[in-house]
Every structure is written in C-alpha cells, then in structure tokens.
C-alpha cells in the first residue's frame, strides 16, 4: 500500500516534532552527565574521607606498636632491677654465702644490670621508632627499618644463647 504523499506543512510539523523530541533527549543526557559529576563528585569525597581513616588506622597501629615496645622495656627494667636488688640483699644478708653462692650472686646481679641497659635501649629505641613512623606515615612514604630489626633480633638471639651456655657452664 501506498502513503499518501504529506504536504509541506505536515512535513514541517513531523521534523518540529521529531527536533523537540531530539532537544528532550539531549537535555535528558546533560541532566544524566551532571547527575554522574556529582557521584563522581561524592565518590572522591569518600575516597579522600577514607584516606583520613586509614592514615588514622595507621597512626594508632603505630602506637600499639609503641606501647608493646614500652611494657616490653618497662618488664626487662623493672625485671632487671628486682634480679639486682634481691641479688645485693642476699650478698648483704650472707644466706647463701655458706653454699658457694657468692659468685652466683654477683653473676645475677650483673645479668640484672644488664636486662635494666637492654630495656632502656629498648624505651629510646621504640621512641626514635614511633617518631620516624610517624614522619613516615604523614609523608606517605613508609620504609620499614628491615636491617636493624634484623640487627637487633640477632643480637639478641646472641645475648639468649650466651646466657644459655652460661647457665649451663656456670
């Protein structure tokens, strides 16, 4: 079947038609891209918010960090210093000077002084630790000191096999 041919008016008003309709779209489609822009908007509003949360996260890993390192030095020092002053008690009182213990004594009170130096070390360490970290963390470049933890668990896996043989020995 044929169409009937459509007169120029008709025409006219088809294309005005069909052009409003292309304007509704087009409009449709800006009014979509602003709503995009602001989802975008607000996503980088979250990223940023949890940015600040994991920086916080950071920061107070870090200072658990800190504080097992404190109590850690704070029970070799207040261990280091019952071991010493117990050991001067009983040199001072001679109870155990009739059993060959004197030598023993002395050895215990200078382990002692020794665990209260490790323990100090151990307090100025974790300080200059936090506070690097804390440098590290606010720059965004954090580097963990791989070689003095590997310096410092050595050298004391040294000081616990030397005070095992000497426990042994002595």
Known sequence: ?????????????????LSEERTGL???????????TEL????????????KLSDVRSHLANE??????????????SLGITMNRFSW?????????????HTFLNDAKNVGLGMVIL???LL???????????????SGVFTPPHRFIWGFT???????????IWLMVG
């Open 154 to 164: 050595l050298t004391l896996i040294l000081i616990g096999t030397i005070s095992t």
């Open 40 to 51: 975008s908007e607000h996503r980088t509003a979250l990223s940023e918010e949890r940015s």
């Open 26 to 36: 087009s409009e449709h489609r800006t009014d979509l891209s602003e709503h995009r």
């Open 1 to 17: 079947m044929i169409e009937p041919e459509l007169n120029s008016t008709e025409l006219s008003k088809q294309r005005t038609g």
């Open 89 to 101: 008690f009983l040199i001072d009182n001679k109870s155990m000077t009739r059993f060959g213990g």
């Open 119 to 121: 323990g100090s070390a």
């Open 124 to 138: 100025v360490w974790s300080l200059f630790r936090y506070n690097k970290t804390v440098k590290s963390i606010d």
């Open 64 to 77: 658990r960090t800190h504080l097992a390192y404190m109590r850690t030095g704070i029970s070799l020092v």
